[in-house]
């Protein structure tokens, strides 16, 4: 037994088979709750471990239905704290409502900042996240923050599978560091393609800027959502003369006619991680070209050295 009593891990709805993975890999087992509904739809949760006094981590990811999780993750930390934890870590794999982090034209609100005041308000003492689609989220928190990565998991994956002849493709100016940072790791060119966002769900792959013909393609991103964004850029580098095609992105969100997309796209495999898990639907669709890879190994080292008072940032050197 590596621990006492003293650390508890709690899973909302969202994420159960990440955090079983989590408790299987730090050998504890998953906190009790249940989680009911009133008649007029209301969430219940009740804790059913003794938390009085213990280092209670809640992991929950803010995917679809968002409103939904973000709820429930609300009330365990409320409950958390009631029930008098000493310290409480909200463990958010994938943060819902990110993208909107800034007023970029009138009367639009900054939703990951609201977002973040919830999640203090509502108890959390501290959060662990993961690809915050951009770094400086974590300021809109005023506890501390550690903020992992899943480059770490999907670099491995990609190094393990030898591509030669390869450029890494940053699908949108955005992730060009990004990009730049998966070419350093893995060693290969970099490229840049320039898009035009028309709507939430459509996009268009206007201009490469570096080599693709004849090269192997890795396309990072740290959100797949509707697809369009990978699969235009996809489309782009295929004409251009592209070999393979690989896309590696953190975040599997897979909104809309995201499926349809890739099924279609010009592109060999995906790539995701566990931080949002495929639902049934998703499976029923087909994910033939779809690879999971977990992080709960990840997730699970932070945790354990969140608990221990030890440093987190130096677990990047262990992957
Ligand atoms: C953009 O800033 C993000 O990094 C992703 O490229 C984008 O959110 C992906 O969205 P979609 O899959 O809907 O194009």
Redesign the pocket.
């Given at each position: 037994m590596l621990f006492n009593d003293n650390l508890k891990i709690f899973s909302g709805s969202s994420n159960a088979s990440l955090a079983s993975a989590v408790c299987s890999y730090l050998e504890i087992p998953l906190g009790g709750s249940k989680i009911d509904r009133f008649p007029d739809g209301e969430k219940a949760i009740r804790v059913e471990d003794d938390v009085r006094g213990r280092d209670c981590f809640v992991i929950q990811s803010t995917c679809i239905p968002v409103d939904e999780h973000l709820m429930e993750l609300l009330i365990y930390l409320d409950c958390l704290r009631r029930a008098s934890a000493r310290r409480i870590t909200a463990v958010i794999p994938y943060f819902g409502y990110a993208?909107q982090d800034r007023k970029d034209e009138g009367r639009v609100p900054i939703t990951a900042k609201l977002v973040a005041n919830l999640i203090t308000t509502a108890g959390a003492d501290r959060v662990l996240a993961i690809d915050l689609?951009a770094a400086q989220l974590q300021g809109f928190f005023d506890i501390p923050v550690d903020h992992l990565t899943g480059e770490l998991v999907l670099s491995k994956y990609f190094r393990d599978k030898k591509i030669g002849n390869l450029t890494v493709v940053s699908?949108?100016v955005?992730?060009m560091k990004?990009a730049s940072r998966y070419a350093s790791r893995l060693g290969g060119e970099l490229a840049i393609v320039h898009?035009k966002?028309k709507s939430?769900?459509e996009?268009e792959a206007q201009e490469i800027i570096g080599e693709v013909k004849g090269r192997n393609i890795l396309m990072c991103?740290?959100?797949?959502?509707?697809?369009?964004?990978?699969?235009?850029a996809a489309k782009l580098v295929k004409e251009r003369g592209a070999g393979k095609i690989y896309v590696g992105?953190t975040h599997g969100?897979l909104?809309?006619e995201?499926l349809e997309r890739i099924a279609e796209a010009p592109i060999d495999e995906v790539a995701v991680t566990d931080t949002i898990p495929l639902t049934d639907e998703t499976k029923a669709k087909g994910t033939l070209n779809i690879k999971v890879l977990t992080v709960s190994v990840m997730l699970g080292e932070a945790i354990k050295r969140i608990h221990r008072d030890q440093s987190v940032s130096s677990l990047f050197n262990h992957f």
């Open positions: 993208r689609h699908p949108d955005g992730n990004l898009k966002r939430g769900r996009v991103d740290d959100i797949i959502a509707t697809a369009g964004t990978v699969c235009s992105a969100v909104a809309g995201a």
